[in-house]
Nanobody
């Protein structure tokens, strides 16, 4: 069984910073991609940032230059440093990991439970 546990959400004022963490645990053979998605009320879930095992990153245009994704491969942990936060960044942020649990299993996606980020104006 695999679990992704997020932490670090909260309430912050416009221009502030937050750092999200997500640790994957359980029966994990290898992790390919890790990333963060978010979903605001009434909107679809969207990709915020992703990082592959080699370190290549990908960001949504709306967060480029403000958010930084990083990864601790040994600790199966992914981070999202969020700076210069705006009210439109308010959403539930979900951690995602595409991983394999054994040599005979394909890589599949796992999700965290989500953490609320609220940016006040």
């Amino acid at each position: 069984q695999v679990q992704l546990v997020e932490s670090g959400g909260g309430l912050v004022q416009t221009g502030g910073s937050l750092r999200l963490s997500c640790k994957a645990s359980g029966r994990i053979l290898s992790i390919n991609d890790m990333g963060w998605y978010r979903q605001a009320p009434g909107k679809q879930r969207e990709l915020v940032a992703a990082i592959v095992s080699g370190g290549t990153t990908n960001y949504a245009d709306s967060v480029k230059g403000r958010f930084t994704i990083s990864r601790d491969n040994a600790g199966n942990t992914v981070y999202l440093q969020m700076n210069s936060l705006k009210p439109e960044d308010t959403a539930v942020y979900y951690c995602n990991a595409r991983l394999r649990t054994s040599y005979i299993a394909y890589a599949i996606n796992y999700w965290g439970q989500g953490t609320q980020v609220t940016v006040s104006s």
